[in-house]
């Protein structure tokens, strides 16, 4: 469809306007770079930030694993709980800190082989220990 002819039409304050209408699909996208929505400047940055995919990757042989290492007081606990023998208590902790303790040898009880048992007592309002049991 062509474009029609222009036309005036009043508007609220009494001034006449012209309106031009053109039909859907008559006209094409003008071409350019600019994101057609959110979503696809979205995908233009994540592209541009990742790096292209390697066409080859070298295999290398009897290079030694690093370490895990451990951040924050998971590696504390963790130490701990491996020493940790059957009959042997924790120190009297702060309430929040003997619960995270108790639960990460509860994780960490799942992964041995023989099982092992930690129980948690309250000492008092604001302090915890941990027991291993077995």
């Known amino acids: ?3 029609q002819a222009h036309s005036t039409a009043p508007s609220d304050d009494g001034d006449k306007t012209i309106q031009r209408r053109i039909a859907a699909g008559s006209t ?3 071409i ?3 994101p057609n929505s959110v979503f696809d400047a979205g995908r233009q940055a994540k592209s541009a930030a990742e790096p292209p995919l390697p066409t080859t990757i ?3 042989r009897g290079i030694e694993k690093p370490a895990v290492r451990q951040r924050g007081r998971t590696g504390v606990y963790l130490q701990t709980i491996r020493q940790m023998q059957v009959g042997d208590s924790t120190e009297a902790l702060a309430l929040k800190h003997a ?3 108790y639960a990460r040898a509860n994780e960490y009880a799942k992964t041995c082989a023989p099982p092992q048992q930690y129980s948690f ?3 008092s309002e604001t302090t915890g220990a941990v027991w291993r049991d077995a």
């Open 28 to 30: 094409s996208r003008p």
């Open 1 to 3: 469809m062509k474009a």
């Open 32 to 34: 350019t770079t600019a």
């Open 121 to 123: 007592r309250k000492l």
């Open 58 to 60: 070298a295999i290398r």
């Open 99 to 101: 619960r995270s303790f």
